[in-house]
């Protein structure tokens, strides 16, 4: 059988080449450490920019809570604004959440939002110990979920530090609405 035909659908990611440097996943996991110190969990999306050849790290305003977590504003609000205010073309590549303290299996909910062909998932868990657990995964059109390794999606860029959770992205506040 043909190398080819073992791997008929492809992530954005593989399709392209591109990895998302791990600087940005430090950044996300900063944040979840913060969250999971509240046992609440958070999420994010990796946007790769077209026109800059880069990814970017972007939080959503959302609700969010112990067991879940849900955008606060419609799809495509990033992709809009970058196109606005930039004049630059960004593509989701990637949707990352954390499930704090817990470990990183996917739950009924995510199995059913997250069915998007071609899109990279991951999720991180035991946000509290030194080094986070980490599921990544996509879906197929044939309906199914298929794991991904975690050095599909990401690579250790310039300027990495190993397990260095420190470097905040800038955030705010005001897009995060906790919900008990
Ligand atoms: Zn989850």
């Given at each position: 059988m043909q190398n080819t035909q073992n791997k008929p659908f492809q992530t954005f990611l593989e399709r392209t080449g591109q990895?998302?440097?791990l600087t940005l996943f430090n950044?996300?996991?900063?944040?979840?450490?913060m969250f999971s110190r509240l046992k609440l969990e958070v999420r994010?999306?990796?946007?790769?920019?077209?026109?800059?050849?880069?990814?970017n790290l972007y939080f959503?305003?959302?609700?969010?809570?112990?067991y879940w977590v849900e955008n606060d504003e419609p799809d495509?609000?990033?992709?809009?604004?970058m196109l606005d205010k930039n004049d630059?073309?960004?593509?989701l590549?990637?949707?990352?959440?954390?499930?704090?303290?817990?470990?990183?299996?996917?739950?009924?909910?995510?199995?059913?939002s997250e069915r998007l062909p071609g899109m990279s998932y991951v999720i991180v868990g035991h946000l509290?110990?030194?080094i986070p657990a980490v599921t990544a995964r996509t879906f197929l059109p044939t309906e199914m979920h298929t794991d991904l390794e975690f050095s599909d999606i990401f690579y250790a860029d310039k300027g990495y530090v190993t397990h260095d959770y420190d470097q905040l992205p800038s955030i705010k506040a005001k897009w995060f609405e906790i919900v008990r």
């Open positions: 990895r998302i440097p950044q996300f996991v900063a944040v979840a450490k994010a999306e990796f946007y790769f920019n077209h026109d800059t050849g880069k990814f959503p305003q959302q609700r969010v809570h112990r495509g609000t990033f992709v809009n604004y630059q073309f960004c593509e590549v990637c949707e990352i959440h954390a499930h704090h303290e817990m470990a990183p299996f996917p739950s009924s909910t995510d199995n059913a509290l110990k030194d």
